[in-house]
Nanobody, 124 residues
């Protein structure tokens, strides 16, 4: 079993930056993938970014490509999402996820474990 806990959300002005963290507990992450999704009010949960736990595979949604970066601290079993040049439309609850395969896919149904989410609000 894997538990995921996100932190780092908050209120930021448009154009600013924020870094989210997701710390995992439970089993080892070898052969897993990790990801970030987000859900805005009234919208479905959508893919943001993903990375294989081992290797260098990453995948980003078009809307965040070039602005967001997913990274890992393996000894601390922590995943980060660095968000730069934030826009109003980035406002959402951000969820960390993990799956029991080392492939980075954008489909929500493919992910096995989820955190509770952290709110990110971008103001004008």
């Amino acid at each position: 079993q894997v538990q995921l806990v996100e932190s780092g959300g908050g209120l930021v002005q448009a154009g600013g930056s924020l870094r989210l963290s997701c710390t995992a507990s439970g089993r080892t992450f070898d052969n897993y993938a990790v990801a970030w999704f987000r859900q805005a009010p009234g919208k479905e949960r959508g893919f943001v970014a993903a990375a294989s736990w081992t290797g260098l595979n990453t995948n980003y949604a078009d809307a965040v490509q070039g602005r967001f970066t997913i990274s890992k601290d393996k000894p601390k079993k922590t995943v980060f999402l660095q968000m730069n040049s934030l826009k109003l439309e980035d406002t959402a609850v951000y969820f960390c996820a993990a799956r029991r395969m080392n492939t980075v896919v954008p489909d929500t149904y493919a992910w096995d474990y989820w955190g509770q989410g952290t709110q990110v609000t971008v103001s004008s």
